[in-house]
């Protein structure tokens, strides 16, 4: 079967090692090739900095150090998917810039995110359902 993911490259931005390995994974058995993960928004964003051609992200929206949001606004500024994947309720913390970008919430498994950002990046949705 071909994924929507086989080529991409895909930035994922989790502070949880565990999570990160697992999610990491997931991406790569798709096919995708995984930028990351990093685990702060520095980090991010230096990666996004140095990289031109990304074509989705996966942002937990709260790290450590602060909430990724200065990384969803750079994404979005230069039109790279992303989806935000929480252990909150994501009507609760998401900025209203940031509305409509799909968020998915854990317990959700890395299976479940992979699903929602390949149709994200098939265009056939921009805001898919969990």
């Not at 928004?41 to 996004?48: C, D, F, N, P, S």
């Not at 317990?107 to 359902?129: I, M, N, Y």
Request: net charge neutral; glycine share 6%.
């Amino acid at each position: 079967m071909t994924h929507e993911l086989t080529g991409k490259r895909i930035l994922v931005v989790e502070d949880e090692p565990l999570i990160s390995e697992n999610l990491a994974d997931q991406m790569a058995a798709e096919g995708a090739q995984v930028i990351g993960p990093v685990g702060t928004v520095e980090a991010a964003l230096k990666v996004i900095a140095s990289t031109n051609n990304l074509d989705g992200a996966i942002l937990d929206i709260k790290l450590i150090e602060k909430m990724s949001f200065k990384v969803a606004d750079v994404l979005a500024a230069r039109r790279v998917p992303f989806v935000f994947w929480t252990g909150y309720g994501c009507g609760d913390v998401v900025p209203a810039r940031h509305a409509k970008v799909t968020c998915v919430e854990k317990p959700a498994t890395a299976h479940d995110v992979s699903r929602v950002l390949e149709k994200l990046l098939a265009g056939r949705s921009t805001r898919a359902p969990v």
